[in-house]
């Protein structure tokens, strides 16, 4: 049995043949609009791409703008901004001696502060000031200029700036790199991956430049939305959408530029070469935007502002990165033709066959017959390992942690929180808050007065009496832990309880400790509800996709079990090699909306060929075809993605960390395991009935191709 490598229906052909020799009009008209699509991408990226620049000061990292109106300390806050004189954001100063705080520490840190005077600790060892920050100014800036202000203690003090305006201004510093040394990592890795890929010094910078055209066109349009508070941006959201952006991007240049080569050596024509390969990608590059697109706007359902800022944000990226490929790309292409793969341009080869194309596909030919071969035992025995790793997926933690422990490297907030507990009572300067009805001031009082609570006084006035605010006080409880531990989240659930037994006081409780808490339920809850949605949308895209309904329902399968295992290695990383304190709620949920939506790509782009082939010899040949002719440009796709993922790993937060560490090791698993051995093997193993109910699982252009090992595993090739 012999195996074509490549036939154009009648009408295609009749088409070629009238292109390959073109009229001088047709000549100018090929090359004009290619030229101009050019043209309008430059233009797109002068106009936008200073906006990657500007999108910090859209973006907020105030974590109580992210809450819902509905949460209980965004009420609580709301209500207590009444009884405050400003918005004054609370920087704590702490100073530290090992022998004792002398008279020049003080006069040194009350002269260079300009707050409230120093309050000793009782060892006498320390002191701290709760200095206001004005909100109406950039806080890490406030920060910055007290920080340099206090760089000349006296000799043995040591001094720290913690409290929520230390904590936000080391954020806004951790951020500071997101669009300058970011971009500069994964576009410097992807250009190294794309030389060793293509062995061209050309056709790598022609692909970097789109991914960076559709970046221009992305931060222009979040830039405008986030500027009209359209939708809610944060440093995280912008990281995220930069690295999409450049790995989705390079991912479909991937699989367009392969097919055009592939029909470089067919056809002498490039433009003919581009249009069918064009129309070749344009299907399975736009079902793998679109999932990515649908999966990523599940995150809309979310509670948290920041979490539906992402969908919107990273939807914005993948479609600009879809544009860009199918726009750009292919202009850029189709003018430098064969040049463009210099010095190893793809020669025309009009009587291409089998063993042209074995030596073109060498490694995957070998890896095609290995599947072939032995379909039921390498899937099962992969299935296994991914089931191994995926035991382990309980010992995940992912209750939260502390806000200190967001940073990876030492932060001089994170210092001076570890100082301000050492020596004081860890909440003070950044109290809990209790509204409650005037009425019932007393019994919320004691009420108040629990385990981990240190102190409760309520707001006065300048004669000493409650402030009163429509016919409401509001009440300041001192945690005895730091405000941003877990351990203080834990008091607050306990004080939202002890005011549930005061009848009549309608109590509310807020403050930074609240909102965390509030911050971390809320994730929770959204996980509950977001990955079950993102399933079932994605599995409806492969169903319309694949026009069928068994092969949808096991590549989902196999995709979630590949998440699941992904978590389980993850859990044994981050618990006793790298060892993380834990992780946020919404990791495993970002997690499991970008490995889904992305690693079903490669699923999509084998599945789409192995449907095509089999539409010409059968599921079997057809499955061995695809696999050898998609395996190294989804390897390929996949590296690209995992190594621009595992760039965020340069901002210094556990949160991005971790969602480095698991995109890129569960694209790895999905692309080299999932993807190149286990759906091969299952869809041979199963044969037509994974077309159910389509018309392919009932007839087949070659029957004898689902039961002719030998022959399909040799002709594969």
């Given at each position: 049995m012999?195996?074509?490598v490549?036939?154009?229906p009648?009408?295609?052909?009749?088409?070629l043949?009238?292109?390959?020799t073109?009229t001088?009009r047709?000549?100018?008209l090929?090359w004009?609009?290619p030229a101009?699509?050019?043209?309008?991408?430059l233009?797109?990226?002068?106009?936008?791409?200073?906006?990657?620049?500007?999108?910090?000061?859209?973006a907020s990292?105030?974590?109580?703008s992210f809450l819902p109106?509905?949460?209980?300390s965004?009420?609580a806050?709301?209500?207590y901004?009444e009884f405050?004189e400003s918005?004054?954001?609370?920087?704590?100063?702490?100073?530290?001696?090992?022998?004792?705080?002398?008279?020049?520490?003080?006069?040194?840190?009350a002269?260079?502060?300009a707050?409230?005077?120093?309050?000793?600790s009782e060892?006498?060892?320390?002191?701290?000031?709760?200095?206001?920050i004005d909100?109406?100014v950039?806080?890490?800036d406030?920060?910055?200029?007290?920080r340099?202000?206090?760089?000349?203690?006296?000799?043995?003090?040591t001094?720290?700036?913690?409290?929520?305006?230390?904590?936000?201004?080391?954020?806004?510093a951790?951020?500071?790199?997101i669009?300058?040394?970011?971009?500069?990592?994964?576009?410097?890795v992807?250009?190294?991956?794309?030389?060793?890929?293509?062995?061209?010094?050309?056709l790598?910078?022609?692909?970097i430049?789109?991914?960076v055209?559709?970046?221009?066109?992305a931060?222009?349009l979040?830039y405008?939305l986030?500027?009209?508070?359209?939708?809610?941006?944060?440093?995280?959201?912008?990281?995220?959408m930069?690295?999409?952006?450049?790995?989705?991007?390079?991912d479909?240049?991937?699989?367009?530029?392969?097919?055009f080569?592939?029909?470089?050596?067919?056809?002498?024509d490039?433009?003919?070469?581009?249009?069918?390969?064009?129309r070749?990608?344009i299907?399975?590059?736009?079902?793998?935007?679109?999932?990515?697109?649908?999966?990523?706007?599940?995150?809309?359902?979310?509670?948290?502002n920041s979490?539906r800022g992402?969908?919107?944000?990273?939807?914005?990226?993948?479609?600009?990165?879809f544009?860009a490929?199918?726009?750009?790309?292919?202009?850029?292409l189709?003018?430098?033709g064969?040049?463009?793969?210099?010095?190893?341009?793809?020669?025309?080869?009009?009587d291409?066959?089998?063993?042209?194309?074995?030596q073109?596909?060498r490694?995957?030919?070998?890896?095609?017959?290995?599947?072939g071969?032995?379909?039921r035992?390498?899937?099962?025995?992969?299935?296994?390992?991914l089931?191994a790793f995926a035991l382990?997926?309980?010992?995940?933690?992912?209750?939260?942690v502390?806000?200190?422990?967001?940073?990876?490297?030492?932060?001089?907030?994170?210092s001076g929180?570890?100082?301000?507990?050492?020596?004081?009572?860890?909440?003070?300067?950044?109290p809990?808050?209790?509204?409650?009805?005037?009425?019932?001031?007393?019994?919320v009082?004691?009420?108040?007065?629990i385990d981990?609570?240190?102190?409760?006084?309520?707001?006065?006035?300048?004669?000493?009496a409650?402030?009163?605010?429509?016919?409401?006080?509001a009440?300041q409880?001192?945690?005895?832990?730091?405000a941003d531990?877990?351990?203080?989240e834990?008091?607050?659930?306990?004080l939202?309880?002890?005011?549930?037994?005061?009848?009549?006081?309608?109590?509310l409780?807020?403050?930074?400790?609240?909102?965390?808490?509030?911050?971390k339920d809320?994730?929770t809850?959204d996980?509950?509800?977001?990955?079950p949605v993102?399933?079932?949308?994605v599995?409806?895209?492969l169903?319309?996709?694949?026009?069928?309904?068994v092969?949808?329902?096991?590549?989902?399968?196999?995709?979630i079990?590949?998440?699941?295992?992904?978590?389980?290695?993850?859990?044994?990383l981050?618990?006793?090699?790298?060892g993380?304190?834990?992780?946020?709620?919404?990791?495993?949920l970002?997690?499991?909306?970008?490995?889904?939506a992305?690693?079903?790509d490669?699923?999509?782009?084998?599945?789409?060929?192995?449907?095509?082939e089999?539409?010409k010899?059968?599921?079997?040949?057809g499955?061995?075809r695809a696999?050898?002719?998609?395996?190294?440009?989804?390897?390929?796709a996949?590296?690209?993605?995992a190594?621009?993922?595992s760039?965020?790993a340069?901002?210094?937060?556990?949160?991005?960390?971790?969602?480095?560490?698991?995109?890129?090791?569960?694209?790895l698993l999905d692309?080299?395991l999932?993807?190149s051995?286990?759906?091969?093997a299952?869809t041979?193993d199963?044969?037509?009935?994974?077309?159910?109910p389509?018309?392919?699982?009932?007839?087949?252009?070659?029957?004898?191709?689902?039961?002719?090992t030998?022959?399909?595993?040799?002709?594969?090739?």
């Open positions: 012999g195996l074509h490549h036939s154009c009648p009408d295609q052909e009749e088409l043949s009238t292109t390959t073109p001088p047709r000549t100018r090929r004009l609009i101009l699509l050019i043209l309008v991408w233009g797109v990226a002068g106009g936008g791409g200073p906006f990657a620049g500007k999108l910090g000061e859209v990292t105030d974590a109580s109106a509905s949460a209980e965004t009420r806050d709301e209500i901004a405050r918005d004054a954001i609370p920087a704590i100063v702490v100073a530290e001696r090992d022998g004792s705080i002398t008279p020049d520490d003080l006069a040194f840190l002269a260079e502060s707050g409230p005077p120093p309050i000793p060892d006498g060892q320390a002191v701290q000031m709760i200095v206001p909100s109406g950039e806080v890490k406030a920060v910055a200029d007290l340099t202000a206090l760089e000349g203690a006296p000799e043995g003090l001094v720290h700036v913690t409290g929520p305006a230390g904590q936000a201004a080391d954020l806004s951790a951020f500071a790199g669009d300058g040394l970011l971009l500069l990592v994964a576009g410097g992807v250009l190294l991956i794309l030389i060793v890929v293509y062995r061209s010094p050309i790598p910078f022609v692909v430049i789109s991914a055209f559709a970046l221009a066109l931060s222009l979040v405008l986030a500027d009209a508070g359209t939708i809610a941006l944060n440093g995280q959201s912008q990281g995220i930069f690295i999409l952006v450049f790995g989705a991007a390079t479909y240049a991937l699989l367009l530029v392969s097919r080569r592939e029909e470089l050596r067919i056809q002498e490039k433009y003919a070469a581009m249009r069918t390969a064009w070749a990608s299907e399975p590059i736009a079902a793998s935007a679109g999932t990515v697109i649908l999966g990523v706007l599940c995150l809309l359902l979310s509670d948290l979490n992402l969908g919107p944000v990273a939807a914005i990226g993948i479609a600009t990165s544009i490929s199918m726009t750009f790309l292919p202009a850029a189709v003018l430098l064969r040049t463009a793969f210099w010095p190893t341009r793809p020669k025309y080869e009009p291409f066959d089998n063993e042209n194309f074995e073109a596909h490694f995957w030919s070998r890896v095609a017959q290995w599947v071969s032995k379909p035992p390498i899937w099962i025995v992969c299935s296994l390992v089931v382990l997926l309980p010992q995940f933690k992912a209750s939260g502390a806000s200190s422990d967001l940073f990876l490297l030492q932060t001089d907030s994170k929180q570890q100082v301000l507990g050492e020596h004081f009572d860890a909440g003070s300067g950044s809990t808050v209790i509204i409650a009805n005037e009425s019932s001031l007393d019994a009082t004691d009420a108040a007065r981990g609570v240190t102190t409760v006084e309520p707001v006065t006035g300048p004669d000493g409650p402030t009163v605010v429509d016919g409401q006080v009440l409880a001192t945690l005895s832990d730091a531990s877990l351990e203080a834990a008091t607050v659930e306990r939202r309880e002890a005011m549930g037994t005061v009848p009549g006081s309608d109590a409780i807020g403050g930074p400790t609240a909102v965390d808490l509030d911050t809320t994730a809850r996980r509950t509800l977001i990955i993102v399933a079932l949308v599995l409806l895209v169903i319309v996709l694949l026009r069928a309904i092969a949808p329902i096991l590549l989902m399968l196999t995709v079990v590949s998440f699941a295992a992904t978590l389980g290695v993850s859990s044994l981050f618990n006793h090699v790298f993380f304190p834990g992780s946020d709620p919404v990791v495993p970002f997690g499991f909306v970008f490995l889904v992305l690693g079903i490669y699923n999509i782009f084998l599945m789409t060929r192995v449907r095509e089999t539409k010899v059968g599921t079997r040949v499955t061995l696999l050898t002719v998609t395996g190294g440009v989804i390897t390929s996949g590296i690209v993605l190594a621009t993922f760039a965020l340069v901002i210094p937060l556990l949160f991005l960390a971790q969602l480095a560490f698991i995109v890129a090791f569960g694209v692309a080299l999932v993807r051995l286990v759906v091969p299952l041979i199963i044969g037509r009935k994974i077309w159910w389509s018309a392919l699982s009932r007839s087949e252009p070659d029957t004898r191709a689902d039961t002719d030998e022959a399909d595993t040799r002709t594969v090739s």
